[in-house]
């Protein structure tokens, strides 16, 4: 107001909308060792549930009487940017099947299949498109897969997954395993790490977007309610790691600008 108060004008596109979230959107500590991930379990090993880490961009969602009122980036962790316009564009539900009020989260993705079409990284393809200024046609081919709900109190896996699956297309919510140590589904007689290897492996050739880990929650074996993550580094879920995939680079040439400071 006071620049145009004298007749000046600027640019404000840069400015980006800033939004809180009601719970934190933290990052998650990493493990990329069998040793680290038993100490992580406990001598009790307890229960956990096991999902693919899709290698996308988090969101959160804010559907209001199941409406899509608000999108938002994970940010620091309390508070993102808001771009809500944007996701209208993507491939994500506008409107619940019931006038439901809460948030989703979900990661922002690009299939597999359209790697062809950029020179990026497709994470970083689906982060230049949320983060642009202007609104890219391109950004109908991400994405918005959800990997968890909240609503305000706590809830089971079971029940997080029934109402994921209930309120978004199948193919748009991130599978879960629910698994008791020693009685892992699908493949017997395999220790705990080579149980996620090979359901890693699995879902990764299965799944149409990039994985690069498992995101595993751990909790007790009587209380299986899933707390509220009141931190940015929650203690019970982590992700795991299983190595870095090589290949061979060759930089053909490189190009030197200055930049205006």
Not at 2 to 31: C, E, V, Y
Request: glycine fraction near 8%.
């Amino acid at each position: 107001d006071l620049l145009a108060d004298n007749g000046l004008s600027m640019d404000t596109r840069n400015f980006r909308q800033k939004a809180p979230h009601s719970f934190p959107m933290g990052s998650l500590s990493k493990i990329k060792t069998e040793a680290d991930l038993m100490r992580w379990l406990g001598a009790g090993q307890r229960p956990y549930v096991a999902m693919p880490k899709a290698d996308g961009n988090s969101l959160r969602l804010s559907y209001r009487d199941g409406h899509l009122a608000e999108a938002a980036t994970r940010g620091d962790g309390n508070i993102g940017n808001l771009i809500t316009e944007k996701v209208m564009k993507t491939n994500v539900p506008k409107t619940l099947p019931r006038p439901v009020t809460l948030d989703i989260r979900v990661e922002a993705i690009i299939k597999k299949e359209h790697a062809g079409r950029f020179e990026k990284n497709l994470r970083n393809v689906a982060a230049g498109l949320l983060g642009a200024k202007d609104i890219r046609p391109d950004l109908e081919l991400i994405d918005c897969v959800a990997f968890d709900v909240v609503t305000g109190q706590p809830m089971s896996w079971q029940e997080k997954e029934e109402l994921l699956k209930e309120l978004f297309p199948e193919e748009l919510v991130i599978p879960m395993a629910h698994c008791i140590p020693g009685e892992e589904p699908g493949y017997p007689n395999c220790s705990i790490w080579g149980w996620m290897t090979l359901v890693f492996t699995t879902w990764k050739k299965r799944l149409p977007w990039a994985l690069d880990g498992l995101v595993v929650q751990a909790f007790d074996a009587v209380d299986q309610k899933m707390p509220l993550q009141e931190d940015l580094i929650p203690k019970d879920k982590i992700a795991v790691k299983f190595g870095s995939e090589e290949a061979e680079t060759q930089i053909n040439n490189i190009i030197w600008t200055l930049g205006q400071h």
